[in-house]
């Protein structure tokens, strides 16, 4: 499968196509409203979620509720197009080094494009992909486990007001769980082409995400190798770049959001003369929504993965593929202890 995005944060629409995806599955219109939702009513958004509704069309690719084969075409219309055109940078975005990349001052732009707004696109296309493991039997849950330094999670609705109050952002560590997955998805031949690399890859294609980490992450110098051998789940469901049917047990951190209310210095590029700006819509962490959109982003992978492995174009040949597939590895690892 390859997917692509197009559209900016305020522009018309957003504009998404994925391709390769099988034919014959079967999916309503109201599940993939259900995951945009998702996404605007995560924990500590900000104003604009509240704005937005995610009306959305899918243009090819679904014949009523029923994948033809084709190319997935979607648009998402933005309800707020209120495109403010200006030349300061906000610390920490990166629109500043995108000025200096396309040796322009137009910082704007940068931002319009880089803006998160564009992962709304990624959940919709990815609800295809996300339903499609649902209906194999895999299952996707994710947590945050850490909102700035507080890991009690009944303090972290308190702590979002805290940092709303004071116009500030946080960043936090979430976790995700894949559960019942096939054994031998991946590969170790090509390394870019290992499960973690896959993952990890389209992880980090999340702006707010700093670090990656599988099963027992850092923690698992503490250990030797012995220990290792006899409670192999530590590796977190992938070893050689292949699942080898536990968990997958993924980590991630995300930094505080740089567009806050509080008050930040800057300078005009265009003018040269320095500024204060305050940003009223930001979110006040990011690490709620990107735990939610998590789900999706792993999903592609996976069901790409599923597809790669038993390489069919109709649905209901690879439910069938996977079926018998599952039961054949089950015979295989019967006598076998560790895995």
């Not at 084969?69 to 055109?85: D, E, Q, V």
């Amino acid at each position: 499968m390859r997917y692509m995005t197009a559209g900016n944060s305020h522009g018309k629409c957003l504009l998404g196509i994925l391709s390769g995806f099988p034919y014959g599955f079967k999916i309503s219109k109201n599940y993939i409203k259900n995951q945009l939702e998702g996404r605007r009513k995560a924990l500590g958004r900000g104003i604009r979620q509240k704005n937005e509704n995610d009306n959305f069309e899918i243009i090819s690719g679904l014949e009523g509720e029923i994948t033809d084969g084709n190319p997935i075409g979607a648009i998402i219309y933005n309800k707020n197009r209120k495109l403010n055109s200006f030349t300061y940078f906000t610390p920490g975005y990166g629109d500043l080094i995108g000025a200096i990349k396309h040796s322009h001052t137009r910082t704007y732009l940068i931002k319009e494009r880089a803006s998160a707004r564009e992962t709304a696109m990624r959940v919709l296309l990815f609800s295809f992909t996300k339903k499609f493991l649902e209906e194999l039997g895999i299952k996707i849950e994710h947590r945050v486990i850490k909102c700035h330094k507080e890991t009690d999670n009944s303090k972290f609705q308190y702590l979002i007001k805290k940092f709303q109050k004071e116009g500030d952002s946080f960043g936090g560590v979430f976790e995700v769980r894949l559960k019942n997955l096939p054994i031998g998805l991946g590969g170790y031949e090509n390394p870019k082409e290992r499960l973690q690399s896959r993952i990890s890859e389209e992880l980090f294609s999340l702006g707010g995400i700093k670090s990656v980490e599988f099963g027992k992450g850092f923690e698992i110098t503490e250990f030797s190798g012995k220990e290792l051998n006899k409670n192999q789940k530590m590796l977190g469901g992938i070893q050689c770049g292949m699942t080898d049917g536990n968990d997958i047990a993924i980590r991630c951190a995300t930094r505080p959001i740089s567009s806050i209310r509080y008050p930040q210095e800057t300078i005009d590029l265009k003018t040269g003369k320095e500024k204060e700006i305050s940003i009223n819509s930001s979110d006040v962490t990011s690490v709620f929504a990107s735990a939610y959109i998590s789900e999706f982003l792993i999903s592609y992978v996976i069901a790409e993965e599923v597809i790669k492995k038993f390489g069919c174009d109709n649905f209901k040949e690879i439910e069938e593929n996977v079926k018998q597939w599952r039961i054949k590895t089950k015979k295989t690892l019967k006598n076998i202890e560790g895995l």
